[in-house]
C-alpha cells in the first residue's frame, strides 16, 4: 500500500530534550515536505526537499533540522524543543513540488513540549 | 514569499445548501491552485485542483473558479451533506524560486441536518 508512514503519532516531551520524528515513503517520491498545523494559522512549511541531499527552508524553519540521505527518509530533527514547537506535525510526499494528483501526507504527529 | 488568505474561517450551511469558500494570493507568477479537505483527526486530502490556464473546473458537486487577474479562486460545493463537514484548505504554488505549496489559514465547513 502506497503511504507515507510518521512516527511517532503521539509526543510529549521537556524543553531542551532532542527528538527526531521519523517520516518514510514507500512511493519512490523525489519531493517530501514537512508541515505545522496550527489552529488558525493553516499549514505552514517548515523544511523541503526536491531529492536526496537537497533540502531548503520553508516559512518557519527556526528550530527544526531536517536530512535527506536516503529518498525514502525525511527526519525532522528539534535539537532543543521549546513549547511553541507544540503542534501537529505533518509529512508529506509527492513526484513534484506542485503535489499535482495530490500530496500523500502522514498521519501526523502530535508534539506537546512542556 | 507567497500570501494566501483564505475565508471565511467558518461556515455553517443546512443540508442541502451550497457553500463557497474564498482564497486570495499575492505572487502572479502563482500557476496551481489545490484544494485539501481535512475530516477531524484525520490527514488532509487532495479533492480538487485547477491550474493558472483553466476558468473553471467541476467534479461532481464540487467546483473551483479562478480569476487570476484578481488573485482569487474559490470553492463551491452544492447539494451539502453531512459528510462534508470538514476543515477545507486551499493552496497556491509558486513557480519561481520558492516552488513551494503555501496553504491557507483554512476554513471549517459544518453542514446542519
Known amino acids: 500500500e502506497a503511504q507515507v508512514t510518521q512516527n511517532p503519532r503521539y509526543l510529549i516531551t521537556v524543553t531542551g530534550k532532542k527528538l527526531t520524528v521519523t517520516c518514510s515513503q514507500n512511493?519512490?517520491?523525489?519531493?517530501m515536505s514537512w508541515y505545522r498545523q496550527d489552529p488558525g494559522l493553516g499549514l505552514r512549511q517548515i523544511y523541503y526537499?526536491?531529492?536526496?541531499?537537497?533540502?531548503d527552508k520553508g516559512d518557519v524553519p527556526e528550530g527544526y533540522k531536517v536530512s535527506r540521505k536516503e529518498k525514502r527518509n525525511f527526519p525532522l530533527i528539534l535539537e532543543s524543543p521549546s513549547p511553541n514547537q507544540t503542534s501537529l506535525y505533518f509529512c508529506?510526499?509527492?513526484?513534484?513540488?506542485?503535489?499535482?494528483?495530490?500530496?500523500?501526507f502522514g498521519s501526523g504527529t502530535r508534539l506537546t513540549v512542556v | 514569499g507567497e500570501n494566501v488568505e483564505q475565508h471565511p474561517s467558518t461556515l455553517s450551511v443546512q443540508e442541502g445548501d451550497s457553500a463557497v469558500i474564498k482564497c486570495t494570493y499575492s505572487d502572479s507568477a502563482s500557476n496551481y491552485f489545490p484544494w485539501y479537505k481535512q475530516e477531524l483527526g484525520k490527514r488532509p486530502q487532495l479533492i480538487i485542483d485547477i491550474r493558472s490556464n483553466v476558468g473553471e473546473k467541476k467534479d461532481q458537486r464540487i467546483a473551483v473558479t479562478l480569476n487570476k487577474t484578481a488573485k482569487h479562486f474559490s470553492l463551491h460545493i452544492t447539494e451539502t451533506q453531512p459528510e462534508d463537514s470538514a476543515v477545507y484548505f486551499c493552496?497556491?504554488?509558486?513557480?519561481?524560486?520558492?516552488?513551494?505549496?503555501?496553504f491557507g489559514s483554512g476554513t471549517q465547513l459544518t453542514v446542519l441536518p
Open positions: 493552496a497556491v504554488f509558486s513557480s519561481g524560486s520558492a516552488r513551494q505549496l503555501t
Open positions: 508529506a510526499s509527492s513526484y513534484l513540488p506542485t503535489g499535482k494528483n495530490g500530496y500523500t
Open positions: 512511493m519512490n517520491h523525489e519531493y
Open positions: 526537499s526536491m531529492n536526496v541531499e537537497v533540502t
